[in-house]
């Protein structure tokens, strides 16, 4: 019994001291004669490369610090290390350069290490991780950025030409960005290899990929622009370095319990509740999951949410970080509205129609559109079949990627006809990009009917552009895009910029609370942090502003409210204000950096 406990204890005590000083030495610390070496190797007559067996790391760090163009130590064709020709030529002042640097030497370079392993996929998060990598070459002409890529099969100037020509992030420092290409682990964080335990597995894939990142360049500074928690075990605990987490989804949070039948994490003690035993065992593995994301999240000294439903989510599973005085805040993603704003096409008076931008499927919801817009008809102008200029029409555009996403769209071409609109509705399939300005600038009106969309990038196109909101109060579009100058939390069924309403058929609407009596309109109810607030139905609102109150949509009016949207997009959505605030969380880390190397390091900052 004692030898085992004994064993135990050895076995961890080996992991701990692995992971806290043998790793960091193998990482950092290049061999006594490193000098020789590299002399060696600039002084031979033709170029070869170094011998540096299993401490490409350290040699790395150094001749890229040092070196006129860093870029040049990515290692896209192999892992081997050459010393730039150019650096070659000037080696006294490049092996100058390749001295250890004190903490606060201000000519000190930093690392920058973007942990993105889909570096080159050209979606939303790579966006915010080019106007990040951008941000931060911008901030120092002393910051340097590691990409950590698996995409190898793309090389380093295809995807930077990428970032160019599909986000038009331009101007970027080439010189200054490093590819550090991973190898050996990409299969293990793809979801798809992991048939079960898929979460547990990626964490592992993650753990071991970090690693691989900080064996080939370990960095200054940890940026995880992707999600995978599993990377600051060793950026915490190895390099203990800072580290930044741009997050755009939790991968778990508490919501997914609901679907067990032990749903509250407390419920784990109540053992004699336990009548089914696989949802037990179930629960508790999700809950030994969120857990590990509770613990991995405590690493982050720095969580940036993408907008406000992502930040309750982080603020309420990442509670560790703030007692730590590390902190959660809401970061938007770049969206390049200064472009939308200043690309105005025409100056026609706009045409009564509500635009709804949004690929076609269920959850946008365009059948409640259609069916309340159908009440609308009915109820105020009985027995018409065709519009007048006063009745508003609906134009739905969107994209059909998939099968389901043209079974939807026929749905709706057929439910259309059921309920005699075609004169009302117009349909514009997978219209190019030019005509979905046009559309923008000669509409009036931009809808928006999903529940709980967590953002709606569509809705912020809308007000860039001057079609007036008209929205389903809930998550992003409530949240965050459609709100007044003062940004307060709680709002009224229309503001300064544009109108909101809910509807029956929304999930968390709760019957047993019925409608406001005291209101003549009878509007739904919604809680709010636990105030009510009262909302109209689409086809309320629409008989409000379209015949009862047309004072609020009178044409003054609206040129007011486009023109405080427009104001309002640009401060919290253009990538303006996000190369600004990212620029600010740089000089922080910055100089949590020099604290965490003087505080955290010990004696391997004195040799490394
Ligand atoms: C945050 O990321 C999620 C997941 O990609 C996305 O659905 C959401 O729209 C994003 N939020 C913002 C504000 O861009």
């Not at 960091?24 to 006594?32: E, G, I």
């Not at 020509?165 to 991973?182: A, E, P, Q």
């Not at 293990?188 to 993650?206: E, V």
């Not at 989510?313 to 509670?319: A, D, P, Q, R």
Request: hydrophobic share 40%; with cysteine; glycine share 4%.
């Amino acid at each position: 019994m004692m030898w085992v406990l004994l064993g135990i204890i050895t076995v961890i005590y080996l992991t701990y001291q692995t992971f806290n000083s043998i790793l960091p030495n193998y990482f950092l610390v290049p061999p006594r004669n490193w000098k020789d070496k590299l002399l060696k190797v600039i002084n031979y007559n033709k170029p070869i490369y170094l011998k540096i067996g299993y401490k490409r790391s350290s040699y790395r760090r150094r001749l890229l610090l040092a070196s006129e163009n860093p870029s040049f130590y990515t290692n896209y064709i192999n892992n081997k290390l050459k010393i730039n020709p150019k650096d070659i030529q000037n080696k006294n002042k490049f092996m100058e350069e390749t001295r250890r640097r004190d903490v606060d030497d201000p000519k000190r370079r930093i690392l920058y290490g973007f942990y993105h392993p889909y570096a080159n996929n050209g979606g939303g998060g790579e966006r915010v991780l080019w106007e990040a990598v951008k941000s931060t070459l911008n901030a120092d002409s002393k910051n340097i950025c590691a990409i950590y890529t698996s995409n190898l099969d793309a090389e380093p100037l295809e995807i930077l030409n990428k970032v160019e020509n599909k986000f038009h992030i331009k101007g970027m420092d080439h010189s200054r960005i490093v590819f550090i290409y991973l190898r050996k682990f990409n299969k293990l964080i793809d979801s798809s290899y992991w048939k079960h335990f898929t979460i547990i597995g990626q964490l592992i894939g993650q753990i071991l990929s970090s690693l691989e990142a900080c064996f080939e360049l370990s960095p200054d500074v940890w940026v995880d622009t992707m999600g995978l928690p599993g990377s600051y075990f060793i950026a915490s605990i190895v390099l203990k370095i800072p580290i930044i987490a741009y997050v755009h989804y939790p991968i778990l949070q508490e919501d997914m319990f609901n679907k067990l039948k032990y749903n509250k994490l407390s419920d784990i003690w109540k053992l004699k509740n336990v009548i089914d035993l696989k949802n037990y065992i179930k629960f508790i593995y999700w809950s030994i999951l969120y857990y590990i994301y509770v613990y991995l999240g405590s690493y982050v000294d720095l969580t940036l949410a993408n907008g406000t439903w992502t930040f309750n989510h982080m603020k309420k599973i990442w509670i560790y970080n703030q007692p730590l005085g590390k902190h959660i805040t809401t970061l938007y993603p770049p969206c390049g509205t200064e472009n939308l704003v200043k690309e105005e096409t025409t100056n026609k008076e706009r045409e009564n129609k509500l635009l709804y931008l949004a690929q076609f499927r269920p959850e946008k919801r365009h059948i409640l559109i259609l069916k309340e817009y159908q009440q609308f008809l009915v109820n105020n102008y009985p027995g018409i079949a065709k519009p007048t200029p006063e009745i508003p029409t609906l134009v739905f555009a969107g994209s059909c990627r998939t099968k389901d996403d043209t079974a939807t769209l026929e749905f709706l071409q057929q439910e259309t006809q059921l309920l005699k609109l075609t004169n009302f509705v117009e349909f514009k399939v997978d219209i190019s990009y030019k005509e979905v300005i046009e559309l923008l600038s000669v509409c009036k009106f931009g809808l928006n009917a999903m529940w709980n969309e967590h953002f709606g990038i569509g809705v912020v196109e809308y007000i860039a552009r001057g079609c007036i909101p008209i929205v389903h109060a809930s998550a992003g579009p409530y949240l965050d895009i459609v709100k007044n100058e003062d940004d307060e939390p709680k709002q009224d069924w229309h503001n300064s910029i544009g109108f909101f309403f809910k509807s029956f058929a929304d999930p968390d609407f709760n019957p047993s609370e019925q409608l406001v009596e005291s209101n003549e309109n009878k509007f739904l109810l919604f809680e709010f942090n636990g105030e009510i607030l009262e909302f109209p139905t689409l086809e309320q609102l629409l008989t409000i502003i379209f015949i009862k109150d047309k004072e609020l949509i009178s044409h003054a009016r609206l040129n007011k409210m486009r023109h405080i949207g427009k104001e309002i997009v640009i401060d919290k959505f253009s990538n303006e204000i996000f190369d600004k605030q990212w620029i600010g969380y740089i000089k922080e880390i910055d100089s949590l950096e020099k604290k965490y190397r003087d505080e955290r390091r010990g004696k391997l900052e004195k040799v490394y």
